[in-house]
């Protein structure tokens, strides 16, 4: 049964930081990418993060780069996005994501977490 499960989403002010966790379970995660999206109300849904399960040069989106990190603690299971110097254009519900390719196209996502909501004033 393949689980990704996100926490850490909120509501914080303009310049604050958050940290998102997606824990995985019954992914074969050594052969696949781990992604972070977003989808904001009336938008599609967006790459901001990703990064090889196995390790590697992660990817971000140009809006985010030089304020989110993603990380990922294996032996924990868990990928992580810290989010810092947040605008009120982060907000969005955010999205967990594993899949085989190296894209930001979410078609090529095969699993997705529930989804963990940024509110960002």
């Known amino acids: 049964h393949v689980q990704l499960v996100e926490s850490g989403g909120g509501s914080v002010q303009a310049g604050g930081s958050l940290r998102l966790s997606c824990v995985r379970s019954g992914v074969e995660y050594s052969t696949m990418y781990m992604g972070w999206f977003r989808q904001a109300p009336g938008k599609e849904r967006e790459g901001v993060a990703r990064?090889?399960?196995?390790?590697?040069?992660?990817y971000y989106t140009d809006s985010v780069k030089g304020r989110f990190t993603i990380s990922q603690d294996n032996a924990k299971n868990t990928l992580y996005l810290q989010m810092n110097s947040l605008k009120p254009e982060d907000t969005a519900m955010y999205y967990c994501a594993a899949g085989t390719r190296c894209t930001w196209e979410p078609r090529w996502y095969n699993y997705w977490g529930q989804g963990t909501q940024v509110t960002v004033s």
């Open positions: 990064i090889w399960s196995s390790g590697g040069s992660p």
